[in-house]
């Protein structure tokens, strides 16, 4: 299948020179993918709403020195696990699309999922999931969300209580209650510049009507159920993968939390892992694995990565892994010389789905790190209590599911 039908006219451009103060006021949910830069040579860049509050800008600053300009760009006729695949690997949740030489529109990560919904429920919610879930609790400070949301890399928080789900935050929901709150005080910026706030420069002043740093602070300190959204959208682990998918598509959600009865929340299930499960291909022989950032695997080779899966395999002789994911990101703190790397080892199993994260300085040492915690996750209590619920499933089960996406 191509992505021919998952291409959309719905989408924004600005010109290279446009100010960031205009391109943040037009990001108005948390929905939007990113914004498209164009210049006389088409498509050059794209904006995403992460880059503009991930620090301080210039109002004036324009956008061709905050866009990405190493976008993929795809053909109407590219097959759609290709572009899924490529979306996870550049962490765009947008890409410019061309009919030969000509632009024809995007495909977001939406349009995408919505493109496949009809088939996706070969596989169920439990097959997918990230259960390596991060959450803050109803007191958490502000400042202490903002933290944990950059240093996991992640653009959502699920806010936990004694064990429920009580509310989410996101990227979003703390840009727009910053600026709302700030305009509040001191009128603020009519730009919309209140992500200074969110990043916790209290050295700095905003415009409006005076001095916003005690506004800062008192914002950092608040309490993360003054923030958060509520209730939570939630599933089950047995759930399809299509009949989830249309929940967020139709409720206007990015994510659900699911819950495994009796236990509690166990993950989260993002439009991110959808996108993931397209990029499953069936071969012949041994574990397949992907392996995302590519670009920050620069002291170990695939092969090597490759191994510390097989040996995690070897250790455990009930268990067949069918599929295995290491996903990297890199954060800016470094320490001689080598930037702080965040690893994640995924395994799709005849057990069932486990994960294991880790940070470390260099890739090698984060990949060991995480597949430390992998080794643990494996024998935890939570992964016997789901392999009894789901049943062992066989390795031809397994492969059947991979290979859902080519028989289809």
Do not use: C
């Amino acid at each position: 299948m191509d992505i021919a039908e998952a291409v959309t006219t719905e989408y924004r451009e600005f010109d290279a020179e446009t100010p960031v103060s205009k391109l943040l006021g037009t990001f108005q949910t948390h929905r939007d993918p990113g914004l498209l830069i164009g210049s006389d040579d088409g498509i050059v860049g794209v904006v995403t709403r992460n880059v503009l509050i991930s620090s301080q800008h210039d109002p004036d600053q324009k956008a061709r020195s905050v866009m990405r300009d190493d976008v993929p760009h795809v053909d109407r006729g590219d097959d759609i696990r290709e572009v899924a695949r490529r979306m996870v690997e550049s962490e765009f949740t947008i890409l410019p699309v061309y009919d030969g030489d000509d632009f024809a529109g995007v495909v977001t990560n939406e349009s995408v999922a919505a493109a496949t919904e009809q088939f996706l429920d070969a596989v169920d919610v439990s097959d997918v999931y990230s259960r390596d879930l991060r959450s803050v609790g109803p007191e958490t400070t502000l400042g202490e969300v903002i933290h944990e949301l950059r240093t996991n890399a992640i653009s959502r928080v699920p806010v936990i209580d004694d064990g429920d789900a009580v509310g989410m935050i996101s990227t979003f929901d703390l840009l727009e209650f910053t600026i709302r709150e700030t305009n509040q005080e001191q009128g603020g910026n009519a730009s919309g510049f209140g992500e200074g706030s969110v990043a916790g420069d209290t050295s700095q002043t905003h415009g409006g009507f005076g001095e916003r740093a005690g506004v800062e602070t008192r914002l950092l300190d608040l309490p993360a159920r003054d923030v958060m959204n509520s209730p939570v959208a939630t599933t089950g682990p047995t759930t399809g993968l299509g009949e989830a998918v249309h929940e967020m598509l139709d409720d206007d959600y990015s994510s659900l939390l699911v819950e495994i009865p009796s236990e509690g929340v166990d993950g989260i299930v993002t439009l991110t892992d959808v996108l993931r499960s397209l990029t499953w291909t069936p071969d012949e022989g041994g574990t397949r694995l992907q392996i995302f950032g590519t670009r920050y695997l620069t002291s170990m080779t695939r092969e090597e990565v490759a191994d510390i899966i097989d040996k995690v395999e070897g250790k455990y002789d009930e268990m067949d892994v069918i599929e295995a994911y290491v996903i990297l990101h890199k954060h800016k703190e470094r320490q001689r010389g080598s930037p702080l790397i965040q690893a994640t080892i995924r395994l799709f199993t005849d057990r069932g789905r486990f994960a294991g994260t880790g940070e470390e300085y260099g890739d090698a040492p984060a990949i060991r790190a995480a597949r430390d915690n992998l080794e643990r996750t494996v024998l935890d209590d939570k992964g016997q209590t789901m392999q009894e619920r789901r049943g062992k499933r066989s390795p031809e089960d397994a492969e059947r599911l991979l290979g859902w996406w080519l028989e289809t």
